[in-house]
Structure formats: structure tokens, C-alpha cells
């Protein structure tokens, strides 16, 4: 437009409202990377230390509380200085993707998996341990039920006939630690020589427990996970032939008592 020409009375309070705005994200985002890692980041300026302290004391401990009682095991396998330097280098480096604080147990487990760098006092076994240990937790909390299921009893012929289903509240978990055995008194130093197979699963009775598969068992759990929509017997024909077994009547006869077994835990169920 010919001959126009701006408001500097105007331009001039947005260049100021712009320069508060840079101000006061610059003086944020300066006082969240303290209370990130205070001992790297200094203080933002003009700040009564005292009234940081308060919040450096209540980001750390509340997330350090949450952990410990998430992470026992792990817990337990650390000094006092290595565990909060753990923690403290979780709190710096990783940005959390969810603001709910039920799910700080994933973020660990992905600042482990890929930001993480390994120190002298780390195990090898760390993040699997951290995975076993999230799924617990995790199952506890979960919102998910069981179906009903129509077999009351063993000797059943549904239990070989029906279609098993695989427990929402049923995880199959492949680790090359034997994570379930770790503690203070046990701890592996080179991976096991074959696959730790287990499925973390939460009963009816709302009780967190494990059970550990052998090949068939992990297998068909495999399968069940897909959801294979097939009998009970079709599903261990199915592992008998993947397995090349030279008798697979064993196996669907053995099978039988297995599927009767995971429907006892809860870890299958059936629906008409």
C-alpha cells in the first residue's frame, strides 16, 4: 500500500512483549536445567537458594522414591553414591514423553536402552533387569481383566478342543539373563546359553507372578499372542510339525496337561 507506513509506537510494544517472552522462557528453561542437575547448572540469577533448594529436594526425591519402589532389585545391587548418580543422570539426560508419573518406569527403561552410558559399577544385565522389574509393576497397575472363561474343570475336553486365548494380563518375555534369579547373592556376569524364556502375568486373584517356559510352552504363548484362533489340539500339531518331533501325538498328548496348567494360572482362558 502506497505511502504507509508502519506504527512504531505499536511495532515497538510487540518488540517489547517479544523480548519479555525470550526473557522469561530463557530464565525457565535456565531454572529447570538446574533443578535437572543442579551439581552441572548453575542457579538462574536473583533466586533465594533457599527456596530452590525446596524444589531440587522435591524433584530428585519424589523421582528417587518412585524408582527405588519400582526397581527394587536394582536398587539393591548399588551404593548409596552410584544409585543417585543412576538417578541423577536419569533426571539430566532424558526427556520424558509422558507427564504421568505411573509411566516413569518406560522412561528409565528407554533412557537405559538408548541414552544410558554404561559405568564400572553398571551390571550387564541392567536393562533386561529394569524390564523384568517394569513388568511387574506394570501388570500390577494395569487396567485390563480376564474374559470369563468356561472351563471349570481339568480333565476338561475343551481344554484340548476350544480355542485358548492368551491373557490380556499375560506377558511372554524372551531375556538373555535369568533375570527372575538376580538379587544380591546372584548375580550373572555372561548371558545364559539359551534364551530365559517367561511370561510375567497377573491372575484373577490380582497376584503378580512369573512362570518360566521351555521351548513348546514359549512357543505356543508365541502364537496365542498372534492370536492363532485355533483349537488347543490344531495349535500343538501346529508346534509338533515347527518342531519336526517325530511323534506328535506326544506332544499333543504332553500339551494337553500344559494347557491345562496355563489355564490354572490364568494365563489362558477360554470363550464359547
Known amino acids: 500500500m ?4 508502519p506504527n512504531s509506537k505499536n511495532t515497538s510494544g510487540a518488540e517489547g512483549a517479544a523480548n519479555a ?22 542457579a538462574p540469577p536473583g533466586v533465594e537458594n533457599r527456596r530452590l533448594q525446596i524444589y531440587r529436594e522435591l524433584i530428585y526425591k519424589n523421582i528417587e522414591n518412585f524408582m527405588q519402589s519400582g526397581f527394587p532389585i536394582i536398587r539393591s545391587l ?14 539430566h539426560i532424558h526427556s520424558s514423553q509422558t507427564p504421568y508419573f505411573t509411566e516413569l518406569g518406560r522412561e528409565f527403561i528407554s533412557y537405559l536402552d538408548t541414552e544410558h552410558s554404561a559405568r564400572g559399577c553398571d551390571q550387564p544385565f541392567l536393562l533386561e533387569l529394569a524390564r523384568y522389574e517394569w513388568a511387574e509393576s506394570a501388570l500390577f497397575l ?10 471349570s474343570h481339568a480333565g476338561d ?19 538373555n539373563y535369568p533375570v527372575h534369579k538376580i538379587g544380591q547373592h546372584y548375580q550373572p556376569h555372561q548371558p545364559s546359553a539359551d534364551p530365559v524364556c517367561l511370561v ?7 497376584q503378580v ?20 484362533g485355533t483349537s488347543g489340539r490344531d495349535l500343538l500339531q501346529r508346534i509338533a510339525i515347527e518342531l519336526q518331533h517325530p511323534e506328535p501325538a506326544q506332544v499333543v498328548d504332553g500339551g494337553r496337561v500344559l494347557l491345562e496348567q496355563l489355564h490354572s494360572l490364568d494365563i489362558i482362558y477360554y470363550l464359547k
Do not use: K
Not at 502506497?2 to 507506513?5: C, L, S
Not at 517472552?21 to 548453575?42: A, C, E, G, K, Y
Not at 548399588?78 to 536419569?90: A, K, M, P, T
Open 78 to 91: 548399588y551404593g548409596d553414591d552410584d544409585w543417585q548418580g543412576l538417578i541423577r543422570s536419569f533426571i
Open 2 to 5: 502506497a505511502g504507509y507506513m
Open 209 to 228: 507372578r512369573f512362570l518360566e517356559c521351555n521351548a513348546v510352552t514359549g512357543r505356543m504363548l508365541e502364537v496365542l499372542e498372534q492370536g492363532a
Open 142 to 151: 494395569a487396567d485390563a481383566e480376564i474374559p470369563p472363561t468356561y472351563i
Open 157 to 175: 475336553t475343551a481344554i484340548i478342543e476350544g480355542v485358548p486365548h492368551l491373557s490380556p494380563l499375560a506377558w511372554p518375555m524372551v531375556f
Open 21 to 42: 517472552l525470550v526473557s522469561t522462557i530463557t530464565i525457565q528453561s535456565s531454572f529447570s536445567d538446574h533443578l535437572r542437575n543442579p551439581l552441572v547448572n548453575p
Open 200 to 206: 510375567v502375568y497377573r491372575n484373577r486373584a490380582d
